[in-house]
């Protein structure tokens, strides 16, 4: 919340308008979000398919024409892009490396955090 509020105010001193003020952090949002739904489709793959043979196999098809739709939402949004707008995919890049940083150099901390919003969510 700070980090997004000090981005507003710092996109009203540089003279930002409001369109591009909603729209920048709203691109950044919905690289993110299109990224979430890629690794959430991994997971349903390695849950359903990999681990153990949950459904049959060819419902494989599903996530996997999923993932191909998101790269090419991706790729469509990215790629010849003008400025600032060609920047946000390195910034959600940046996100995801520090997030992976995190969890491959202090793996206790994410299983920590799953199981407290599972003893959460289950009461």
């Not at 369109?19 to 299109?34: D, E, M, Q, R, W």
């Not at 349903?44 to 398919?49: E, N, T, V, W």
């Amino acid at each position: 919340m700070v980090v997004a509020f000090a981005g507003l105010i710092a996109q009203r001193i540089a003279g930002t308008n409001a369109a591009n003020a909603f729209f920048y952090p709203g691109t950044i949002g919905v690289l993110s979000l299109l990224v979430a739904y890629i690794a959430t489709n991994l997971g349903a793959i390695r849950h359903l398919f990999v681990r153990a043979r949950r459904r049959p196999l060819w419902q494989l098809v599903f996530p996997v024409v999923g993932i191909a739709f998101l790269v090419f939402t991706i790729s469509r949004n990215v790629a010849g892009t003008s400025a600032p707008y060609d920047r946000f995919p390195w910034i959600v890049l940046a996100w995801l490396v520090a997030g992976g940083l995190i969890v491959a150099l202090a793996p206790g901390v994410a299983q920590r955090v799953g199981v407290a919003l599972t003893r959460e969510i289950e009461g």
